[in-house]
């Protein structure tokens, strides 16, 4: 009697199937690296506003950006909701980086086109020329402020996806309130400016001047060996600008913190290695990134008609 036959053997595919799965892990985990990347919460320097579930987390060039669009709005003198606006707008054309590219010409922060009057390619990839022309824009529109942001944004931008600027309000509403100077001391970035080319005083002086206004002009301490920064050894000394406070207003403090939140959120792109307002200092190279109190053995503060900038060397 002959043996019953045997089913066929099925293929081995372990191996294969392994490193498919190891293919697909692999996939994913670069993808999860490009997205922290591109939104700033991983990787070192970083920056973040608000706290917990409420917080928004974002990469130097984002903060930059961010502080060039609020002291734009608030050296027209437009309100803190003009800015959110434009900063949830700027977050949802550009995701608050200055693209050289976008949908048929359009270019910069709002994806402005040139070909619809924003200006030229050259002036609307300067992101003081086109928050303020965004901000010419909303000043058009009556009664901004009281509107839904979609309604106002799209007023200005006439966009293929207006609700889509909805889902920026949270985040624009953080750092708008921390970049018009409201919410004091929470602006937090980590900056590493110990090796590189030293920070160039003319350079703040010329961007302060330019977002803020003639007001803002920064006056240099004096060099010499007892200026902060020299050593025993002789080394160069630190620069330092002192940045006048003035708010016709009455709002000296929230000018102050406006203007030393901007030098924050622009020290990577500045070389600013600390600020200080008040009795708060920040310190680029400082991992935490969050300001701390003045005083003791660490630098000083300032009596809050000022703030101080000192550039990295």
Not at 52 to 69: D, K, L, V, W
Not at 183 to 195: G, M, Y
Request: net charge positive; hydrophobic share 40%; aromatic share 6%.
């Amino acid at each position: 009697m002959s043996e019953p036959s045997r089913p066929p053997r099925p293929a081995r595919r372990g191996r294969p199937a392994r490193l498919v799965a190891a293919f697909a892990v692999l996939l994913g985990l670069v993808a999860y690296v490009a997205v922290h990347y591109v939104t700033g919460s991983k990787g070192a320097p970083r920056c973040s506003v608000g706290s917990g579930a409420n917080r928004y987390e974002f990469t130097p060039e984002q903060a930059s950006n961010a502080a060039t669009i609020a002291a734009v709005g608030t050296g027209r003198g437009l309100p803190e909701r003009a800015v959110t606006i434009a900063l949830a707008t700027a977050l949802q054309e550009s995701a608050l980086r200055n693209i050289e590219h976008g949908d048929r010409d359009s270019l910069g922060l709002f994806q402005q086109r040139p070909s619809q009057g924003w200006g030229t390619p050259e002036q609307i990839l300067d992101p003081v020329y086109s928050s303020a022309k965004f901000y010419e824009g909303l000043e058009k529109v009556p009664g901004y402020s009281r509107l839904p942001l979609t309604v106002a944004a799209q007023k200005v931008q006439r966009s293929g996806f207006p609700q889509a600027y909805a889902k920026h309000e949270p985040d624009a509403a953080l750092l708008s309130a921390a970049l018009t100077g409201r919410s004091a001391a929470s602006l937090t970035c980590t900056a590493d400016v110990r090796e590189g080319r030293p920070g160039d005083p003319a350079r703040v002086r010329a961007e302060l001047v330019r977002a803020f206004g003639e007001e803002t002009t920064p006056e240099q301490a004096a060099k010499g060996a007892g200026a902060a920064g020299a050593n025993a050894g002789g080394a160069a000394p630190a620069v330092e600008l002192s940045v006048p406070v003035r708010d016709s207003r009455g709002a000296r403090e929230r000018r102050g913190w406006e203007l030393a939140q901007w030098a924050v959120a622009r020290a990577d792109e500045l070389r600013i290695a600390e600020v200080a307002y008040g009795d708060r200092v920040w310190v680029a190279d400082d991992a935490s990134g969050e300001w701390e109190r003045a005083g003791g053995d660490g630098p000083r503060g300032t009596d809050g008609s000022t703030v101080r900038i000192r550039l990295a060397r």
